[in-house]
């Protein structure tokens, strides 16, 4: 929500955050793909269908209001990458990384609303309307997968182990295979933002001196942080939820992070 909320500020880019500007309006600006989100990891031609209904040049035109860029920073829009980049050749796609441990810390919720719901809340959390509505889209093992049968049994801390390393394989092919494909880490806008923000400006075309001070100056250490975790580090996660880590995520990190 951070980066779409500094792109909006820079002249002539309107960015939305999953959809929606962020100015306290309810108003869906772009048309919801929360529900075709997991039919479109396994289906490559509705994936398609779908950016051709839902995000075509008219309908991002109407969008942008005007704007010279539009932006939407959306999980929901890595997997229709690349039917995305194949409909708007000549836009910039960014891949936001962040390492398995913060991703799974801040997406495992026990109790209480999440109100940024991105991973699996723990199975024995009441959830709310809108968390159901939510998870419908939400990314799981399919039935020739070698994770089926474990994923019933699995903590909610397993479920993000293999829901971040599956999001993060598709985002790290998807960045290697193409022109104007860039990745860049979530722990650099928080530690050395202008590493974050530099080759994000470059991407999208809008790399200008006063664009950098102003994402400078709006950054923040406590970026889409939350104020506490529910769940402790890896080093006190259970034995099977750590040996999950060093399967799936740990030879990914080093890819990324290498």
């Known amino acids: 929500m951070f980066v779409a909320k500094t792109l909006n500020a820079l002249p002539e880019v309107t960015a ?31 994936a398609e269908k779908t950016v051709d209904e839902l995000r075509s040049k008219e309908v991002l035109e109407q969008a942008a209001g005007g704007a010279s860029l539009l932006v939407d920073v959306a999980f929901n829009n890595a997997p ?23 991703f799974v810390r ?61 999001v993060n394989t598709h985002l790290a092919n998807f960045v290697k295979n193409g022109a ?26 809008v790399s200008t001196e006063a664009n950098r001070k102003k994402c400078m100056e709006l950054s923040t250490k406590k970026t889409n942080q939350r104020a506490s975790y529910q769940i402790g580090p890896v080093s006190e996660w259970s034995p099977a939820e750590r040996a999950l880590y060093e399967e799936l995520a740990r030879p990914l990190e080093d890819t990324i992070y290498g």
């Open 180 to 205: 104007l494909r860039r990745k860049v880490l979530f722990e650099d806008l928080i530690e050395e933002p202008d590493r974050f923000w530099v080759p994000l400006l470059q991407t999208l075309d």
């Open 16 to 46: 939305f955050h999953e959809g929606h500007l962020l100015d306290g309006t309810p108003k869906q600006r772009l048309p919801l793909i929360n529900l075709q989100n997991r039919k479109a990891w396994n289906d490559a031609a509705y």
């Open 80 to 102: 229709f990458l690349v039917p995305l980049a194949k409909r708007h050749p000549t836009s910039g796609f960014v891949a936001i990384f962040r390492q398995c441990e913060g």
């Open 106 to 166: 801040s997406a495992t919720i026990v109790s209480g609303e999440d109100t940024q719901p991105a991973g699996w809340p723990d199975r024995d959390k009441p959830l709310t309307d809108r968390e159901k509505f939510i998870s419908l889209g939400r990314l799981k093992p399919t039935k020739d997968s070698a994770y089926f049968d474990a994923w019933t049994d699995w903590s909610a801390i397993q479920r993000n182990i293999w829901l971040w390393t599956t």
